[in-house]
């Protein structure tokens, strides 16, 4: 695989984290409004089960492709990826950070 596609695959694997990311982080701040205070055991039952969700969900996203392609005998492309994957979820992070010093 060339290295374009590389750098392509990977700011589409760390954008889906982002979005993901951003999706549960709006669905959290609003979970009151939508769902109503939770008691008793149901709260701390719907966080564990949405934390081993996204846990899955992004590990498929950094590590999924990477690792498939390792396996398919693609040993110096599959970490590739996964490195331009974490250098650009930093990035990602990095920008977010600078644009809330921005708005504060």
């Known amino acids: 695989m060339k290295t374009s596609k590389i750098i392509f695959w990977s700011i589409i694997d760390a954008l889906g984290v982002a979005v993901y990311v951003t999706g549960i982080s ?3 701040s609003n979970a009151e409004r939508i769902f109503g205070k939770m008691t008793g055991f149901l709260g701390p039952t719907v966080m564990l089960l949405l934390l081993v969700v996204s846990a899955t969900t992004t590990g498929l ?3 999924g492709r990477p690792v498939y392609m390792i396996y398919n005998g693609q040993k110096k492309e599959g970490p590739k990826l996964l490195f331009y994957t974490i250098g650009f ?3 990602i992070t990095v920008i977010v950070f600078f644009g809330l010093m921005l708005v504060k």
């Open 26 to 28: 709006l669905l959290l």
């Open 61 to 63: 996203l950094v590590f």
């Open 89 to 91: 979820l930093v990035l």
